[in-house]
């Protein structure tokens, strides 16, 4: 039984407690928040607590709060030689206190409070400073049905760049989109299949295979035609952007 103390009452800290608390092998023994107003619902099925200086016992001590408040809430803990990991793609290892046996347990996944989750589908991505405590995160995630996978700060970092490319990127491609369509009355639901459709070829080809389109093709009429249709400066800098980041990829010229 891998015994936890939680820290945050957050869109991650929130999920993580459901899941956890459903879970063969893992007990919340405490969950902190600064403010007790978020835990309150949760408050008969476990202990509850917004003082820091009385955390109990537990294996791991995840720390799921704002990227900013990371560090100083580490550095209040009573206790050290413990494993304290906190749950961000970004901050590094080294913002934990050095008291710690420190560690990073980034979920790579989208994360709503009121959304549903589904744990086998967020993969986790596991740092830490001592190689010893590698097996009780791995076991922790297998656990609620996550896969783990070992990365050091360098890759980590990678991924939290790439995901901001794939996810927030992508989304404000689709909010582009939804202008366009709803500047001529179009419903945004027609294009719903075909995002969900080059979402899913990725499972059996490479983004690169996968391209297709007037930039990849090198229609020069049609690229020059929809640059001509949008209104907006900032939407045209963004078409001929990611027209000539296609054609750089696939070897041809705008
Ligand atoms: N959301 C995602 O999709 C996602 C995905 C992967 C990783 N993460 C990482 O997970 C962590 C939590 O993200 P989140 O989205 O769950 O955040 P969130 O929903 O904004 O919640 C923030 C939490 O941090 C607490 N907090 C803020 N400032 C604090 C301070 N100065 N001292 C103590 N506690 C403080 C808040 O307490 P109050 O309730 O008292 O305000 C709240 O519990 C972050 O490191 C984030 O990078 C998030």
Redesign the pocket.
């Known amino acids: 039984m891998i015994s936890v103390v939680l820290l ?7 999920h993580l407690y459901k899941v956890f608390k459903k879970a063969n092998g893992i007990t919340v023994n405490q969950w902190f ?3 007790l ?2 835990l309150q619902p949760y408050k008969n099925d476990v202990e509850i607590t917004n003082n820091i200086s009385q955390l109990k016992d537990a294996d791991v001590y995840i720390i ?7 560090s ?2 580490s550095s209040q803990f009573l206790f050290e030689n413990r494993l304290v990991v ?6 590094s290892l080294h913002n934990l206190d050095k008291k710690h046996l420190r560690g990073v347990l ?8 009121n959304t549903d989750l589904n744990f086998e589908t967020v993969p986790f991505c596991i740092e830490i400073e001592h190689k010893t405590n590698f097996n009780i995160l791995k076991e922790l995630t297998s656990s609620i049905g996550s896969k783990s996978y070992r990365v050091n700060s360098e890759q980590r970092s990678a991924l939290h760049l790439s995901a901001v490319f794939v996810n927030n990127f992508t989304n404000q491609m689709y909010r582009i989109g939804h202008e366009i369509a709803e500047s001529k009355s179009v419903d945004f639901n027609i294009l719903k299949p075909l995002i969900k459709e080059t979402a899913n070829k990725i499972d059996n080809l490479s983004p690169y295979l996968a391209q297709t389109g007037p930039a990849k093709r090198n229609d020069k009429k049609t690229v020059k035609k929809h640059l001509k249709a949008l209104d907006k400066n900032i939407h045209k800098e963004i078409y001929e952007l990611i027209t000539k980041s296609i054609q750089q990829t696939h070897g041809k010229k705008l």
């Not at 945050?8 to 929130?14: E, L, Q, S």
């Not at 799921?64 to 990371?70: K, L, N, P, Q, Y």
């Not at 980034?106 to 409070?113: A, E, M, N, R, V």
């Open positions: 945050g009452a957050g869109n991650v800290a929130t928040n600064r403010s107003n978020p799921a709060v704002s990227d900013d408040a990371i100083q809430l906190h749950t961000s793609g970004s901050v980034y979920p790579l996944q989208t994360f709503s409070k």
